[in-house]
């Protein structure tokens, strides 16, 4: 790839391919658009509009390479385990659930199958994904889901294949590929576009009013812009003058106006930290539906009550945890999600299931730890979006959404692809 101006970081180029072929650059088109709907995922029909786009890039793949999936590599073994773990939550879940609770797991358990099929996928077909395909795709998609959640969504949720971008999950968007973001606008534009973007991205991390969407998306790009250093003692000196800058001007009266205003249950996690834990129903509610996971757990450990019924399960709360009086007897407390991926995976599926998603990712995390230091600089936000999509999980029930796992097989894709 050609840098196009004198601002441009001074880098190994992105992995691009000569396409020779019209197969192998109706892949690349394909891939292009197959990342950006997984970065702007609110057109709907039925499914995200990628499913559609994917059999049309199987297709191609197997065109281009002469065949179908691979099966080689332990991270593809740990999917498929997990693959099974889900299908076992479904087919031995307990007699004494509600009736309609077969329905509902069925009705998610193809999406399951799927997210081990994306990672099959990527990794079978590694020397055909393009780097930079996806990670146009990926830029191009979260600039329009800015642009469509603070601007075109009350319009164009009146169109029947439009859904609503929830302030959860385009959250979870913004924390899962701020790192992408930031490094491919350094990439292609420049140091001082990449401050812009990153600026970009935790504003409206803040104005989206989520405490961890403001916070994981800033820790996200700066840990980008700190790894995408070469040298680690410049790493460290850049990273040390950072935390003390930012502890420096933390407690000013002019940073402080400028949280709240931003966000003000962010100035609360951060400035009232105590007392919001305390007495913060948001987070009550999550030691709460941890609780419950855990009791689910203890009675049905290793296959869980099936998936998606979490909600479908009653059960009374013995509420030992502190604050537990706000939200323990609070109404509809049973129907509320998990409000924590891990948990809500350990309730539903077991360990069957649990186990293998966590073995997923710190095998991700652990390899990237382990191989930083010779780490090609464009492979790198991959993972720093892995890592702290994986602390927002705890927070969050949100592991359901396609794009989390696009990134997941996109980091198994570098583990295999540098093996």
């Known amino acids: 790839m050609v840098i196009p101006n004198k601002y441009a970081n001074r880098q190994q180029p992105l992995e691009v391919a000569v396409h020779h072929s019209p197969m192998e650059r109706r892949v690349r088109k394909l891939t292009f658009w197959y990342a950006f709907f997984m970065a702007f995922p609110v057109i709907l029909f039925v499914q995200n509009i990628s499913i559609f786009i994917f059999p049309f890039l199987l297709y191609s793949m197997y065109s281009l390479s002469g065949k179908f999936f691979t099966i080689r590599y332990s991270i593809q073994f740990i999917a498929l385990v997990f693959g099974a773990g889900a299908i076992l939550s479904v087919v031995n879940m307990p007699d004494s659930m509600p009736d309609n609770s077969l329905s509902k797991a069925l009705d998610v358990l193809p999406n399951y199958l799927y997210w081990v099929i994306l990672i099959l996928f990527l990794t079978s077909y590694k020397r055909w994904i ?10 191009w998609g979260v600039l329009f889901s800015i642009l469509y959640y603070f601007v075109l969504q009350n319009a164009l949720t009146s169109l029947s294949f439009f859904k609503e971008l929830s302030q959860n999950n385009f959250a979870f968007l913004l924390i899962c590929y701020s790192p992408i973001v930031v490094w491919y606008t350094w ?5 001082f576009w990449a401050l812009v973007a990153l600026t970009v991205l935790v504003l409206s991390g803040f104005l989206s009013g989520s405490r961890s969407g403001s916070l994981l998306t800033l820790s996200g790009g700066v840990l980008t812009l700190l790894l995408n250093r070469k040298s680690r003692g410049a790493i460290f000196i850049f990273g040390l003058i950072g935390y003390f800058g930012l502890i420096s001007i933390a407690d000013s009266s002019i940073v402080k106006d400028i949280v709240f205003n931003l966000n003000p249950r962010t100035y609360d996690l951060i400035y009232k930290r105590e007392k919001t834990l305390e007495e913060d129903r948001s987070y009550l509610v999550r030691l709460a539906q941890i609780e419950k996971a855990l009791l689910i757990h203890e009675k049905y450990p290793l296959t869980g009550i099936g998936l998606n019924n979490f909600t479908s399960y009653h059960i009374k709360l013995p509420g030992n945890f502190e604050g537990a009086e706000y939200v323990v007897f609070k109404k509809g407390i049973d129907e509320t999600s ?3 991926s891990y948990f809500g995976f350990l309730s539903e599926g077991g360990l069957l299931l649990f186990v293998p998603f966590v073995l997923l990712l710190l095998y991700c995390v652990i390899w990237f730890l382990k191989n930083l230091n010779n780490l090609k600089a464009e492979y790198k936000p991959v993972f720093t979006g892995i890592i702290h999509m994986s602390i927002h ?3 969050i029930y949100a592991i359901l959404n396609v794009f989390a796992w696009f990134l997941i097989a996109l980091g198994c894709w570098v583990i295999v692809k540098s093996k």
Do not use: P, Q, S, T
Not at 130 to 139: N, S
Not at 187 to 191: E, K, V
């Open 393 to 395: 999980l705890y927070f």
């Open 187 to 191: 990439y292609r534009f420049g140091f």
């Open 130 to 139: 393009r780097l930079d395909a996806v990670y146009v795709g990926i830029f």
């Open 338 to 340: 998990a409000h924590n």
